[in-house]
Structures are given as C-alpha cells and as structure tokens.
T-cell receptor, first 114, second 113 residues
Framework: EPEVTQTPSHQVTQMGQEVILRCVPI?????FYWYRQILGQKVEFLVS????????KSEIFDDQFSVERPDGSNFTLKIRSTKLEDSAMYFC????????????FGPGTRLTVL | GEDVEQSLFLSVREGDSSVINCTYT??????LYWYKQEPGAGLQLLTY?????DMKQDQRLTVLLNKKDKHLSLRIADTQTGDSAIYFC?????????????FGQGTELSVKP
C-alpha cells in the first residue's frame, strides 16, 4: 500500500542552524502539506502546496520557513534559522484532491532544537 | 476564529462502546474528520462526514453530527485493545482553498482488558 515517508525520523540541531525535513508523498497525489505538533499541543497546519506553489499558509509559516518540491518525488520543509520553539513533531501529508479526499500522513520527523 | 476541542482522556473496558466527543466553532465547516494515531505512527484517517449529514456508520464506527450544537462524536462499538490510540477530530472550513485541516488536541483512548 502506498505511503508517505519522511526522513529523518529524529533531527537534533543547534539553535540558529538551518534544517531541511524531507518527505516523499504518494506518487499520484497533487496536494502536499506540512503540519507540526509541539509536545502536548494540537496538530497545527503550516502550509499547503499545489502546482508548485503555496496554496495557503498559516501565521506560523513566516519567512524562516520555506517549502520546495525539488524533483518529482520529494517535498521539503526548510527552517532557515531554528529557534528553541521550533522543537516539535513535523508531519508531511499528501492528497489526491481537496475536500473529502483523505490526507495521508507520514510518520513524522521529531525536531529537537538545543 | 476556528477552534476544535476534545477531552484529553477516555478509558474503557474491552468489549464496551467508546464515545469520543468533539466540539468545533466554525459554522462554515464542510467536512469533519476523525483521525487515529498509534504510537510512532502518522495520523490515519478513520472516517469523515460531510456537514449536511447527521450520521455515518462504517462497521464498528458511528459518527454523529449535531450541527446546531457544533458537536461531533465518534462511537466505537465492541472496543478492542488494538483500538488504544489517540483520536483526533478535525475540520475543513468552507472558505478554505488550500485543504487546511484544523485539529483538536486529541483524545487518548485506553482500552483495558
């Protein structure tokens, strides 16, 4: 069964460093998403991406964040200068369409900023 | 603003029914979802309901939607120990063009044998 994969499963970085979180969405999906979950808090939407551009982004997704689909398979989230409060589980998701189409989630990358 | 709220914990005995509740604030919601998260795994869609429906049944799962009270519930019949997980309620606002899901904080279901 097709699935969304994410690497690495755990990333530890120093404050101020750049990190790139990688995702491989399901191959025939057209919509891609990033969410994050700070420990003990809700899963929060960060950004959605369609047709090689951002469809929607949340207030959290400021200039420190960027997304890219560098080739036909990967979807990346870059955080330019990490802060302590960026420590969270980051989930990638993809879907065939919007509305009632299921968003398939990856297992997440745990980012720890020291 | 948009908000989705759930109680944090629910404990039931194996074989009993579980009812997980959710309230939401956005009256323009189009789809409401239930996701399940097992330890170390991503979120898995269990079921969803369109906002013009009152009820949806899928095997052991029953979703009830009370639009007036903005209340959504998930009933799991004959709960098994394998149902132990965190259950997230989520909604998609009507105006949303980007597919954003707004999640509750999740209800941790513990099933005791």
């Amino acid at each position: 069964e097709p699935e969304v994969t994410q690497t690495p499963s755990h990333q530890v970085t120093q404050m101020g460093q750049e990190v790139i979180l990688r995702c491989v969405p399901i191959s025939n999906h057209l919509y891609f998403y990033w969410y994050r979950q700070i420990l003990g808090q809700k899963v929060e939407f960060l950004v959605s991406f369609y047709n090689n551009e951002i469809s929607e982004k949340s207030e959290i997704f400021d200039d420190q964040f960027s997304v890219e689909r560098p080739d036909g398979s990967n979807f990346t989230l870059k955080i330019r200068s990490t802060k302590l409060e960026d420590s969270a589980m980051y989930f990638c998701a993809s879907s065939e369409g919007l509305g009632g189409h299921e968003q398939f989630f990856g297992p997440g990358t745990r980012l720890t900023v020291l | 603003g948009e908000d989705v709220e759930q109680s944090l914990f629910l404990s039931v005995r194996e074989g009993d029914s579980s009812v997980i509740n959710c309230t939401y604030t956005d009256s323009s919601s189009t789809y409401l979802y239930w996701y399940k998260q097992e330890p170390g795994a991503g979120l898995q869609l269990l079921t969803y309901i369109f906002s013009n429906m009152d009820m949806k049944q899928d095997q052991r799962l029953t979703v009830l939607l009370n639009k007036k009270d903005k209340h959504l519930s998930l009933r799991i019949a004959d709960t098994q120990t394998g149902d132990s997980a965190i259950y997230f309620c989520a909604e998609t606002p009507l105006y949303n063009q980007g597919g954003k899901l707004i999640f509750g904080q999740g209800t941790e279901l513990s099933v005791k044998p």
